[in-house]
């Protein structure tokens, strides 16, 4: 009787082990969309948010350019957050009915970036229109490559720059990527002299490599990062509190520890 009671007592318990280690140990998952200028900040974010929840929660981050992410969840894909570099994609995907609405959370800044090895002193933007310089910028569609073209554009208009330093500007311009991590490698592996990124990408794995020029140009147009939770997702629950953990005391003090400008 007693070898039975003791046999019985063993199979409750591994009932119960194999019960609290089955769904419920199972993470549950939030899928979330950034643009690239966002992944060193998120992938940080996320690290720190799944070990508070320890292990009952698992991050999935998918970093891109944010024309290619938008695109993708207008064709079907559904992560439960999507972060942007711009509010026009966020308005396209509202009057879908894709989201609901936005918030915009952060705020950076383009910025010239310069191979150290490079030749070429960059102290202004007409600099960028020197013979013989490669030069690197973001796609039109690329939210770094439209406030690129606005700063040029108004450049010209204020009379920092000439017609003629414009089309030297744009006849040095070698490749318009659609990724501002592309970019930086770019300027990093020296195949081209300079990039046209954000103040974000200059990072302390690539700041011995690379210069940073601010042009007071660039200030009128500062980069504006909104967040949506996007309708049709799994796990919306979980979606919000990640998401209010993001806009948190804690959240903020990361973004902020890689040179984003908080709210």
Do not use: H
Not at 17 to 24: A, I, V, W
């Amino acid at each position: 009787m007693k070898k039975l009671m003791l046999i019985l007592i063993a199979v409750l318990i591994l009932a119960g082990c194999q019960s609290r280690g089955g769904t419920d140990s199972t993470p549950r998952e939030i899928s979330v969309f950034a643009a690239a200028s966002l992944t060193e900040a998120f992938t940080e974010v996320a690290r720190e948010y799944e070990n508070r929840q320890r292990g009952q929660v698992k991050i999935r981050l998918n970093f891109a350019g944010s024309q290619s992410l938008k695109t993708m969840i207008e064709n079907g894909t559904r992560p439960e957050i999507f972060a942007s570099a711009n509010t026009d994609y966020m308005e396209a995907l509202q009057k879908k009915n894709i989201i609901k609405d936005y918030k915009v959370f952060l705020q950076n800044k383009i910025v010239v970036v310069r191979n150290k090895s490079s030749k070429f002193t960059l102290k202004s933007l007409s600099d960028l229109s020197a013979d013989g310089l490669k030069l690197a910028v973001g796609d039109k569609t690329l939210p770094a490559g439209m406030y690129w073209n606005k700063a040029l554009n108004k450049a010209l208009k204020d009379g920092i720059i000439d017609n003629e330093q414009k089309a030297g500007i744009e006849k040095n311009i070698k490749t318009k990527e659609l990724n501002v991590k592309d970019i930086v490698n770019k300027v990093l592996l020296n195949e081209v002299d300079a990039g046209i990124v954000y103040s974000t990408d200059i990072t302390k794995r690539n700041e011995e490599k690379l210069e940073e020029i601010q042009l007071q140009i660039f200030d009128e147009f500062p980069a504006s990062y909104p967040i949506a939770l996007v309708e049709g997702s799994k796990e919306r629950g979980e979606a919000e509190k990640f998401l209010e953990y993001l806009m948190d005391t804690r959240g903020k003090e990361i973004f902020k520890k890689y040179k984003f400008i908080t709210f």
